[in-house]
């Protein structure tokens, strides 16, 4: 599916799936709310669509991908491809509310989402800027959403030039804590910043263990740090990282009741929800035909495979794209899903048969 969700077929219409065709768990009704996201791919398009509509401009990319190299279909699904599960719904409709509240009071709140590795944590946060994307050029830069990406423990002040350096914000080296915070929320305030994004949080904070744990000070000089900064910010601030990072928030009431929104994503199961994804997903990948991702035994093959986790999943459909390319298929068949199996997880255990012969 692609990032707004309702990217129809080759025709630009939306199809529904063929009645016979055997699933994992049986597609969910169309019109059934919960599922709307992850079955946009089955409705119609909500709104007519005008020339410059990202969704017009989204089905001419698949169209040039599919028409292209087997490069051009892969970057199609890395970058282009976004499936809005019922999970990733609730995600996007709370960041978009609470953007709204950017300066009306002190603590417009936020979220804290967890995810294990490798569930679209980053595709997440890929989408969000894109979907506020900087505007650094012009009469008044705009920066809607900035970001730390943390990739090693970082004091405040790191944090703060990391920020600063984002929205272009000239400082010294040797300014204090204080005068860095001063400059970014003058920045924020200036540049019509929404929200505040920090990317694997379990490196920012980490709680204070036993006889160390006081509870003022659970998460250190950062939280210290962290919870003067949040009051003073006026934005929404959103943490993503792993199960189990936010220890902090829930040791330390100060930092708790401050972002007391806790959203916990899980890997897939084999049920209706899984089956919901691969059709989305088959239908959005730019091949000229369908792989029939969601038929009962492949679906099934492809959740023992990925183990219900999203990035195995793309990554064997990546290879497989490049398979059936080279082989001039106008759709992934068994033997590309082998070849991307040996790549990807070697010779034991593949499900999908023998791959092709090079």
């Not at 909500?46 to 017009?56: A, G, H, L, S, Y």
């Not at 679209?120 to 050029?137: E, M, V």
């Amino acid at each position: 599916m692609t990032i707004d969700g309702r990217l129809g077929g080759e025709d630009g219409q939306a199809h529904a799936p063929p009645a016979n065709t055997p699933k994992i768990g049986v597609l969910p009704n169309p019109k059934h709310p919960d599922f709307r996201d992850t079955q946009s791919l089955v409705l119609p398009l909500d709104r007519v669509c005008t020339p410059d509509d990202p969704q017009v401009r989204q089905m001419r990319a698949r169209e040039a991908a599919v028409r292209g190299t087997a490069q051009d279909r892969v970057n199609f699904l890395l970058y282009e491809v976004f499936v809005r599960t019922p999970d990733v719904s609730h995600i996007l409709s709370v960041v978009d509310e609470l953007l709204n509240f950017a300066g009306l009071f002190q603590n417009p709140g936020g979220m804290r989402i967890l995810a294990p590795s490798g569930m679209g944590k980053n595709a997440l946060l890929h989408f969000l800027l894109r979907k506020y994307p900087s505007q650094p050029l012009g009469p008044k830069p705009l920066y809607p959403l900035v970001y730390v990406h943390f990739r090693e423990v970082l004091a405040a002040g790191d944090i703060l030039r990391a920020l600063l350096n984002q929205m272009n914000c000239a400082y010294q080296n040797y300014q204090s804590v204080q005068d860095l915070e001063d400059c970014l929320l003058d920045a924020i305030d200036t540049c019509g910043t929404q929200g505040v994004i920090f990317n694997e949080t379990q490196h920012m904070l980490s709680a204070a263990k036993g006889a160390g744990r006081i509870s003022a000070r659970v998460a250190g000089k950062t939280g210290d740090w962290l919870k003067g900064f949040l009051d003073r910010l006026k934005r929404a601030v959103f943490f993503l990282g792993v199960p189990g990072w936010d220890e902090a928030f829930q040791l330390d009431p100060q930092l708790g009741s401050r972002i007391p929104h806790r959203y916990e994503l899980s890997a897939f199961k084999p049920d209706k929800d899984f089956t919901a994804v691969l059709w989305a997903l088959d239908q959005a990948i730019p091949m000229p035909a369908p792989a029939g991702l969601a038929n009962r035994d492949l679906a099934q093959k492809l959740f023992d495979v990925c183990k219900g986790t999203w990035r195995p999943l793309i990554f064997l459909l990546r290879d497989a794209i490049i398979s059936a390319t080279r082989r001039g298929s106008p759709r992934i068949e068994d033997c590309d899903l082998s070849w991307a199996y040996h790549l990807q997880f070697g010779l034991k255990g593949d499900p999908f048969g023998s791959p092709p012969k090079r």
